[in-house]
């Protein structure tokens, strides 16, 4: 995709860089708003850029302004997006209606119980599209632990057994 592609779709500010040294990992976008309300050649413009890249970054976002929304506009110009199958209650059963989870069991709402206040989900993460990857769900200050890290290195003073004489 050309620096010229770039500027006509989003505006002189725009351009596009490569991501990683080795250039196959994908190319890194500036100065495009995704929060803006997008032109029905944009998202076109944006999916091309999936076609030839794996990885597409969109730099400087307004991190207080930004939410998942802004986000889920981009597949609405190419139709409805859907429930995420893991968020049904029911993921994987056979032969009955889908029925979505409880918004107490929902990733987004435990992972925000993780570490209230210090951690939270970006706005917009509870809707039924977005599916929330985390390793905060169960953890956090007030929760057990579930695993115990194996010990690395003897501790001072003490032999390891594998240096036994």
């Known amino acids: 995709m050309a620096e010229s592609e770039v500027t006509r779709m989003f505006g002189t500010g725009a ?25 029905p050649e944009q998202p076109e413009f944006v ?21 998942v929304h802004n986000v889920e506009r981009l597949p609405n110009h190419f139709g409805a997006p859907v429930t995420h199958p893991k968020n049904y209650a029911n993921y994987g059963a ?15 709402t ?3 119980q993780a570490f209230p206040v210090q951690i939270i989900c970006a706005g917009g993460t509870e809707s039924p599209p977005v599916c929330v990857t985390t390793n905060l769900v169960g953890s956090g200050p007030t ?23």
């Open 143 to 165: 929760s057990e632990p579930r695993f115990l890290l194996p010990r690395l290195s003897p501790r001072i003073g003490e032999r390891s057994r594998s240096f036994a004489a």
């Open 47 to 67: 999916v091309s850029l999936l076609d030839h890249h794996p990885v597409i970054s969109f730099l400087n976002q307004d991190k207080d302004g930004f939410c």
């Open 94 to 108: 056979k032969d009955v209606p889908p029925r979505v989870r409880d918004h107490a069991k929902q990733k987004f």
């Open 15 to 39: 351009s596009i860089d490569l991501l990683s040294v080795d250039k196959c990992i994908g190319r890194r976008v500036t100065e495009v708003d995704l929060a803006s309300p997008l032109s």
């Open 110 to 112: 435990q992972a925000n």
